[in-house]
Every structure is written in structure tokens, then in C-alpha cells.
């Protein structure tokens, strides 16, 4: 187990309240108690998160996917902007890729810039691109030096301060549980209130047009099955080397939101998961064990258990939930 997975049962408070809001919002009000309030919805200043990974090789011989769980990523950053780290990396073809991108991409996402004191969303976002570039090159050139050709598809998660930022390539995917109302946590405990279940990454396949169009562009074939030179389903994705000439890209997907009081948890999961849950069924899933008082470790234990053993996930499955709690 590495050093980031050492970390994953470790709880830390959050306090942004020396961080600058990137973008001044015109529908701020100011109550009487001096919260800032934007549409009904409380900021949240101080919480806590709370998260876990599980896995399961299914019915595959060996297990390629590798996580992330880093409640405190700042390394040697200012105490002042506090930053939590969740990945999960869907190796295809080996380990080899996915093991290498857990081990270098946070990395390279900090080195790239990745904000440390005051948040800049425009420069989070680049540095994380700038990161997943950096990390596919190095990682073709290591497995051009080795003589191996693994690839990785990836879903990541990125909180600064009380933003929350999401990158993926390929078909992992991430899920948002978001109450309806204002002030929902303790009465979604309860049970009261139902969870909106928000996909907030972006599955790229060969088949769909825009990536079909790159891919074509750059002398790929996309086949009957759907698949790219008739043998990758997916179109982003570290290393794939042999791919690359065809269209394979590690450019992901960025999508950033601020946490208030309606966010109750992310789901993160490969597609080995999403391939026998749907996102509402899974946030309903977990909603249940976490209203039962289950602890995050034994709530993503249960849903991975539940995918392979239940639900008769074949491939390898890999899931990381992360619980924030208002305090």
C-alpha cells in the first residue's frame, strides 16, 4: 500500500476563511447573522471530509485499477488553503500505467501551479491540465524505455479550500449527492429529504462524434464495435503509446464547483462499477448505509461488495466515497 493510500482514514477540518472567493457572485445577499447566502445556499467555511477507498478484482485475473486518498495534499504549502486529493485510476492492458499516475500526477499538478494560498480557478484549472500533460509525457517515455504499452483511464478530484474541481479521462466517473433544499444535511440523515444524483464528469469513447472526430482527423478508425482500431473503447487515457498516433489524448475534462450545505458526498468510481449502478442508485445506496451510521470505510466496502457480489460486476471494481460534514 502506498504512502497516499496510508493516509485514507485520517479526518481533517477545513477553514477557508482566509481564502479569497475567485468571483464575486450577484445574487450575494447578507443575513443577520452575517452568513453569505447565494441562492438559498449557505457557503460552507468550516467542515470536515470524510473518505475511504475499496476494491475488487471481480472475475478478472489480476486488479489494474490504483487510488488516491489524500485528506491533507498540501505538502509544504501556506496553512492558509487547505487542499484534499481522490483518484482513481482504471488500468487496461496492465498496471504499469495506472500505477505510474498515481504516483506522479498530484505531483505534477502542484509543480504545474496548482494554487497554494489565495484560490485562482482559471489557474487550479491549468495546472491541472498542465499536470495530466506533463504526466501522459513522462509516462510514454518510461513505458517506451520498458518496452510495455499499458493505459489508464482516470477520474480525480481536487478541494481547494471550499472548491471542489473534478478531471477525468475516459470512462470513470464521478457522481455529486446534492439535497434539494438549503440546510439538508441533518434532515437527509434522517432520511427526509431524497438526493439528486449529478454526474459531473464526461465519459469519452471513440464512438461519440466529437471524439470519432479527432480520431479520424489524426488517421484512426473507429469500427463497427465502437471501438477505436477496432480494440480501445475508450479515446482519453494516460499512455495507450501505440494509440496515441491515432488520436488518443490525456486531455481531461475539468469541471469546478463550490461546496455549501447541499453537497452531502462524491462518489468516484471505474467503470466497472457504473457498469451495474446507475448514479442515482448508487447515491441512494450510500445515503442508506450512511443514515444506518455506517463509517465511510464500511459504506465503500459495502457498495464494491455489492457491484462484484450482487450485482455481478465482471471487471475490475474500484470506489471511493468521500463524505462532507458541515460543522
Request: charged share 30%.
Amino acid at each position: 500500500m502506498s504512502e497516499n493510500q496510508n493516509q485514507h482514514k485520517r479526518e481533517i477540518d477545513f477553514d477557508d476563511s482566509n481564502a479569497t472567493n475567485s468571483a464575486t457572485k450577484k445574487s450575494r445577499v447578507e443575513n443577520d447573522e452575517k452568513t453569505e447566502v447565494f441562492l438559498n445556499t449557505k457557503k460552507i467555511d468550516f467542515f470536515e471530509i470524510e473518505a475511504d477507498a475499496a476494491e475488487d478484482k471481480g472475475s478478472r485475473h489480476s486488479m489494474e485499477d490504483a487510488w488516491v486518498v489524500m485528506l491533507d495534499a498540501r505538502a509544504d504549502s501556506p496553512p492558509n488553503l487547505r487542499c484534499a486529493h481522490f483518484a482513481i485510476y482504471d488500468g487496461h492492458g496492465g498496471r504499469l500505467a495506472a500505477e505510474y499516475a498515481q504516483k506522479k500526477l498530484h505531483g505534477n499538478v502542484v509543480s504545474a501551479g496548482l494554487p497554494r494560498e489565495l484560490l485562482d480557478v482559471k489557474a487550479a484549472k491549468k495546472a491541472i491540465l498542465d499536470g495530466f500533460r506533463k504526466t501522459d509525457e513522462s509516462l510514454l517515455q518510461e513505458s517506451a524505455s520498458g518496452g510495455w504499452q499499458d493505459g489508464a483511464t482516470a477520474v480525480c478530484v481536487w478541494v481547494l479550500g471550499r472548491t471542489v474541481f473534478v478531471a477525468n479521462i475516459g470512462d470513470a466517473k464521478a457522481v455529486v449527492a446534492r439535497s434539494s433544499v438549503a440546510d439538508g444535511s441533518q434532515n437527509n440523515l434522517e432520511g427526509s429529504n431524497s438526493l439528486k444524483a449529478i454526474v459531473v464528469t464526461r465519459e469519452h469513447k471513440a464512438i461519440y462524434p466529437q471524439e470519432r472526430s479527432r480520431i479520424q482527423k489524426a488517421g484512426g478508425t473507429v469500427s463497427s464495435n465502437g471501438r477505436l482500431q477496432g480494440r480501445l473503447e475508450v479515446s482519453r487515457a494516460f499512455g495507450d503509446r501505440q494509440f496515441k498516433k491515432f488520436g488518443v489524448v490525456a486531455t481531461p475534462d475539468i469541471h469546478s464547483f463550490e461546496l455549501t450545505d447541499r453537497e452531502q458526498f462524491i462518489i468516484l468510481g471505474c467503470d466497472g462499477l457504473w457498469g451495474v449502478f446507475g448514479p442515482s442508485d448508487a447515491v441512494d445506496f450510500v445515503q442508506k448505509l450512511l443514515q444506518e451510521g455506517l463509517s465511510v470505510t464500511a459504506v465503500s466496502r459495502r457498495l464494491v461488495k455489492e457491484a462484484v457480489l450482487e450485482r455481478r460486476c465482471k471487471d475490475n471494481c474500484t470506489a471511493i466515497v468521500i463524505v462532507f460534514k458541515p460543522k
